[in-house]
């Protein structure tokens, strides 16, 4: 009896017209990053062959430092701009670099592709998470919102590798760059025959561009419990930059396997996600979530920790058994990215007040972001340099690192009376 209640005012919020057409942009906008996901990791194995996790930890780095530095900034200026001409026009231009990508054959201009397509991803994403809690005033509904696009992003994390297996059995994986361009274009049609809201006039004293600029990061350093979620930040990160990078350099390089087999074990990543977000709403009804979190980043840091071992002393890395057990500990590690992510949305809302939720989420993201900035190089770099154990050794590190920060900056948080 409790399934239903748990689950349909998750759906209900569906019924808001608007909502529902920008839902669907998100979401065909996702299957469309999750096929340029692994097109991306195939074409860099093609440029630079081994050294593929060099380019590609290149490559996402450019990436999260035009999120880092975008995504504020971006929030800052948009706040006196039109929302729908903002988010269509990211679409296009998002449309347009990825009909490009299969013309790159040198680094360079993957890097130079890299870098524009982040930027119009920079403007969207902001932009797009600050409009909601304008079509959902309700903050019930808005949360029900987060929730869902949460599941949204793990459902993309199953769809989009398993869409891709499919096609790479029978084309060129180039083709997947013309499913990302479908995906964004679809995105921004959506957007254009919606009715968005007007944006609010700003209060004088954060009229500011640096004010506004800076205001979520202030709020983040600020209070105990979202310095907590900024550590804990890192232990996703390290986590994502083993999934991310190094994937393709153990299935394709170290275990001679196919296409098909790649897109599998990073649907194994999205399955264990996905599942444990379906179950989250049930456990957080009865444990905290400082607990959950914590909980998920030792569950990565025991994955990160069995793929060391399995590095190190695996004799046969191209059997059956050993690809078996990476797509096992790639489904840890989807479970516990997700149980740490979905928990986070709720202590920032609990920290802040409806009229902070735009400058918030947008600092999240670009705080979060500047965690890759460190396990992406780690993951790529210290891979070819030192090989796989060390990086993910190094990886390991990082997230205890940022369980332990995380949870003392938790315990310094002040009881409420």
């Known amino acids: 009896m409790s399934a239903p209640s748990a689950t349909s005012p998750l759906l209900n919020v569906l019924r808001h017209r608007t909502y529902r057409r920008l ?129 949204a992003y793990d459902v993309e994390q199953i769809t989009s590798p398993a869409v891709a297996a499919l096609f790479l059995a029978v084309m060129s994986y180039h083709n997947l760059f013309i499913g990302t361009m479908l995906g964004f274009l679809v995105s921004a049609a959506l957007v254009i025959g919606t009715r968005l809201p007007a944006r609010p006039e700003p209060e004088s004293e954060q009229s500011g561009f640096l004010s506004r600029v800076f205001r979520g990061v202030k709020i983040m350093a600020a209070e105990p419990e979202l310095r907590g979620v900024l550590w804990l930040n890192l232990a996703v990160a390290a986590p994502m930059a083993t999934v991310m990078i190094n994937t393709v350099v153990i299935v394709r390089g170290e275990m001679g396997r196919n296409d098909t087999a790649l897109a599998i074990t990073l649907a194994g990543f999205g399955l264990g996600s996905m599942l444990t977000a379906l179950a989250l709403p049930r456990i957080l009804a009865l444990v905290p979530d400082r607990a959950v979190m914590t909980a998920g980043a030792l569950a990565g840091a025991a994955a990160l920790a069995g793929l060391i071992l399995l590095l190190t002393v695996g004799d046969q890395l191209d059997g059956a058994g050993a690809w078996f057990t990476v797509i096992a500990l790639w489904l840890v590690l989807g479970s516990a990215t997700s149980a740490l992510q979905t928990p986070m949305s709720r202590v920032l809302r609990r920290n802040v007040g409806p009229e902070s939720y735009g400058y918030i989420f947008a600092a999240q993201f670009s705080l979060s972001h500047a965690c890759y900035l460190a396990t992406y190089p780690a993951a790529g770099f210290l891979g070819v340099w030192f090989g796989l154990p060390a990086a993910t050794g190094v990886l390991l590190a990082m997230t205890l690192l940022g369980v332990g920060a995380g949870f003392r900056a938790f315990s310094s948080r002040q009881p409420v009376a």
Not at 42 to 64: M, P
Not at 84 to 107: G, N, Q, W, Y
């Open 23 to 151: 839902f669907t942009a998100q979401v065909v906008a996702l299957v469309g990053t999750g096929l340029l996901t692994v097109a991306l990791g195939l074409l860099a194995f093609d440029i630079a062959g081994g050294d593929a996790g060099l380019v590609l930890g290149t490559a996402l780095t450019i990436k999260i430092l035009v999120y880092v530095v975008g995504a504020p900034t971006v929030t800052a200026v948009a706040a006196k701009l039109p929302v729908k001409p903002v988010l269509i026009t990211a679409d296009l231009v998002r449309a347009s670099i990825a009909v490009c990508l299969p013309f790159v054959h040198s680094e360079w201009q993957l890097y130079a592709a890299i870098f524009l397509l982040q930027a119009a991803s920079a403007t969207f994403t902001p932009t797009f998470q600050s409009v909601i809690p304008q079509v959902l005033p309700d903050e019930d509904e808005y949360t029900n919102a987060l929730s869902l696009s949460r599941m």
